[in-house]
């Protein structure tokens, strides 16, 4: 395996220190993640399997903190850990269905900055799940439910309104731990608090200012500015776009 990436689903990036920064790209062909530095270089790849077999079906989304790369997977409705350096952490977590902790669709993936909490848009129930990292007997797992049953947290319900959602399937979370999610369906973005109170909306369908035709992805700054951009792909007209949102949500 080399730098060449031949059908590149997805791709995140992580700061990891001042001066060291990565990207890492998933791709779908050899169910792979491939590792470069901020510039370009190639450093590294590794396959999503555990030992000789593989763990995801159809790998469809990445994000990456210092604690570990998690990577969704679309048919088999779960998400698996891998570190930085490519050794399997644990996983695959989620299953088919519409309880707690299970997925229908799992789409976008997001780690918070500590890298305790990882949220799931589950895109067929109309909500994003939050999983945990608890260390048990020295290793780190991730749950969706704490020692004494409690669920995390879930953000969003399905539905139409504030705060409710009909085709979720990119999210992100800022340095203060507040998670941003868009909803293709109504053409917004929703903030919600990370234990899941809603908190505000941006948006509306439209080609003007802050407006979106096409939301796809979102990305948040790990500081205190409050910055996120949002990317419409103009679903067919000239207007795609980034948009930076700043302190409006």
Not at 89 to 102: F, I, S
Not at 144 to 171: A, I, M, P
Not at 181 to 205: E, H, P
Request: proline share 2%.
């Amino acid at each position: 395996m080399h730098a060449d990436v031949q059908f590149p689903i997805a791709s995140c990036y992580l700061s990891i220190t001042a001066d060291q920064s990565e990207v890492f790209v998933l791709d779908g062909t050899f169910a792979v993640v491939q590792r470069f530095k901020s510039d370009g270089t190639f450093i590294s790849w590794f396959g999503l399997s555990m030992g000789k077999q593989l763990l995801l079906d159809m790998p469809w989304a990445i994000a990456a903190s210092p604690l570990a790369v998690c990577v969704t997977d679309l048919t088999g409705s779960q998400f698996g850990k891998w570190s930085i350096s490519g050794s399997w952490v644990g996983g695959p977590w989620g299953g088919q269905g519409n309880d707690e902790g299970n997925f229908n669709s799992p789409q976008g993936i997001a780690v918070a900055k500590t890298g305790q909490f990882v949220y799931v848009c589950d895109d067929g129930n109309g909500r994003v799940q939050a999983s945990r990292a608890f260390l048990e007997q020295g290793s780190w797992t991730w749950k969706f439910k704490t020692s004494n049953g409690e669920y995390v947290s879930q953000l969003g319900s399905l539905g139409t309104g504030d705060g409710r959602l009909t085709n979720c399937y990119s999210l992100t979370v800022d340095g203060a731990g507040a998670v941003y999610v868009n909803d293709n369906g109504a053409a917004r973005v929703f903030k919600f608090s990370s234990t899941g109170n809603f908190s505000a909306a941006y948006g509306s369908a439209g080609t003007a200012d802050g407006q979106f035709r096409g939301l796809d992805g979102l990305a948040a700054a790990w500081d205190t500015s409050g910055t996120v951009w949002a990317a419409d792909d103009g679903a067919g007209t000239p207007k795609g776009r980034i948009q930076k949102l700043l302190q409006v949500l």
